[in-house]
């Protein structure tokens, strides 16, 4: 289990490097996935967290008790990878943060993603584990490995400013693009769009096309799912990940 594990932190107060969940080819194509915000049948857990480890100070308002994190789930079909994270907590009337699903398309090869949240300095990423699964046994990987894409973006609750803006962000060999698109297509006061949906007291739901992976759909994957404070506040920390890693329990 990924949590048994005692991840190395990155050398910020606050960071974390995140540990790889391997999303293996072959699994059965699902039924219809409806972009909802819900958990459709056709989802397999992938990684879970320890229930109930967001640090004290989160959990007495649910503006920011939304983030606890519990459960990933995925499924895929020919074209199309489903990813929903369980979100028990969230509510659209309360909820202020951010959220961020970080992949790796390349594997074990070095020097082949970015190793910087381009939204907040606390947040570094040094992937030094794969395999890390549910009911698998997590493997050292021969690289420190990097996410190629970076799905983060905010969650449409409260009154922030580009409230359910989410960006599609890939990784060019020195820098992250496409900040400007709001690749998810949430529209202000809705919480659906084109890619990205979410549903009070259920979670987050991902639809993402392999074209814009520029992977095939038999591709191995390695995904981990993130909340963290809005980079509107003065030094953001990190609430909690799944597959379970070190967490911030205070602002950097």
């Known amino acids: 289990m990924a949590h048994t594990r005692a991840w190395r932190h990155a050398l910020q107060l606050a960071a ?16 219809a996935i409806t972009l909802d915000g819900h958990r459709d049948a056709a989802y397999v857990l992938l990684a879970t967290d320890p229930v109930a480890d967001l640090a004290a100070s989160f ?17 895929t079909d020919t074209t199309n990878l489903y990813v929903f994270v369980a ?32 939204r907040t300095t606390a947040l570094t990423f040094a992937y030094t584990v794969t395999n890390a699964n549910t009911g698998a046994v997590p493997l050292d990987t021969t690289h420190i490995i990097l996410p190629d894409v970076l799905i983060r973006g905010n969650v449409p609750g409260g009154t922030e400013v580009d409230n359910g803006f989410t960006a599609f962000l890939r990784w060019n060999g020195d820098a992250w693009t496409g900040s400007a698109v709001n690749w998810g297509g949430i529209a202000p006061v809705t919480q659906v769009g084109t890619h990205v949906a979410y549903a009070n007291g259920s979670g987050v739901e991902f639809f993402i ?41 205070a602002v950097a």
């Open 87 to 118: 979100l028990p907590n969230y509510s659209s009337s309360f909820a202020v943060g951010e959220i961020g699903l970080a992949i790796d398309t390349t594997g074990d090869v070095a020097n082949s993603g970015g190793a910087i949240d381009p």
């Open 209 to 249: 096309p392999y074209a814009d992976l520029q992977v095939s759909p038999e591709a191995p994957l390695h995904l981990q799912f993130f909340t963290a404070r809005h980079t509107d506040v003065t030094n953001t920390g990190t609430y909690d990940t799944v597959p379970a890693d070190d967490q911030a329990t």
């Open 59 to 75: 959990t007495s308002h649910p503006s920011t008790n939304w983030a606890e994190l519990s459960e990933l789930y995925v499924t």
């Open 16 to 31: 974390f490097s995140l540990p790889l969940l391997l999303l293996g080819a072959g699994l059965a194509q699902p039924q």
